[in-house]
């Protein structure tokens, strides 16, 4: 398997707060992409991190990498009942582009 | 914006029973692939291509064939349904010729129930 200790499967919180979801892999990647899934969709890509960027933002989102840990999160503050979605962090393997999709983090957003 | 159509929306099929999902996209883009998603195991990759007539076998490819006969449209085809292939397939396109950074886009599925 690719994937480390498994992401957090369900979370729960309160419209206005923050969260971070947390991603560890095993494998050797240099570029790690967030996946939301709305219920009844298909996943719609979030952002993409380099690990030259260890940072990058977008929006209310925040993503960072670590490749000396190998572990990615994803930070959403302020949340809003529509950010209620699963979210997936994908990587592809070192000589191989064909993304690999963790099991995903349930995030429910209560208004 | 990139549109990726996939059909059925659902589709109820008999044990033994040919079964073919098919997927179409907009984008022009190279790459096409096969996904299905349970619960607990996320997105899995069942097949793969990189262009007209080209197919390629992903992560789980037993059980199902694919078919690319164009670069818009790439088809899931399963000859002898079964029970176990019960789920929801997404399929998708992305464009990038580098390894790790291709983004995809996804049609809004199929859940396909084997009877």
């Known amino acids: 398997s690719q994937w480390g200790e498994e992401n957090l499967q369900a979370l729960s919180i309160q419209e206005g707060e923050d969260v971070t979801m947390n991603c560890s892999y095993k494998?050797?990647?240099?570029?790690v992409q967030w996946y939301r899934q709305k219920s009844g969709k298909g996943p719609a890509q979030l952002i993409l991190?380099?690990?030259?960027?260890r940072e990058k933002r977008s929006g209310r989102l925040r993503a960072t990498l670590d490749t000396s840990s190998q572990s990615s999160s994803l930070s959403i503050t302020g949340t809003l009942a529509t950010d209620t979605a699963v979210y997936f962090c994908a990587l592809a393997s070192s000589g191989s582009w064909q993304l690999i999709f963790g099991s995903g983090t349930q995030l429910t957003v209560m208004p | 914006e990139a549109a990726v159509t996939q059909s059925p929306r659902n589709k109820v099929a008999v044990t033994g029973g040919k079964v073919t999902l098919s997927c179409n996209q907009t984008?022009?883009?190279?790459?096409m692939y096969w996904y299905r998603q349970d619960t607990g195991h996320g997105l899995r990759l069942i097949h793969y291509s990189y262009g007209a007539g080209s197919t390629e076998k992903g992560d789980i490819p037993d059980g199902y064939k694919a078919s690319r006969p164009s670069q818009e449209n790439f088809s899931l085809i399963l000859e002898l349904a079964t029970p176990s292939q019960t789920s929801v397939y997404f399929c998708a396109s992305g464009d990038a010729w580098t390894s790790s950074a291709e983004t995809l886009y996804f049609g809004s599925g199929t859940r396909l129930t084997v009877l």
């Open positions: 991190i380099r690990s030259n960027e």
């Open positions: 494998t050797y990647t240099t570029v």
């Open positions: 984008n022009n883009h190279n790459n």
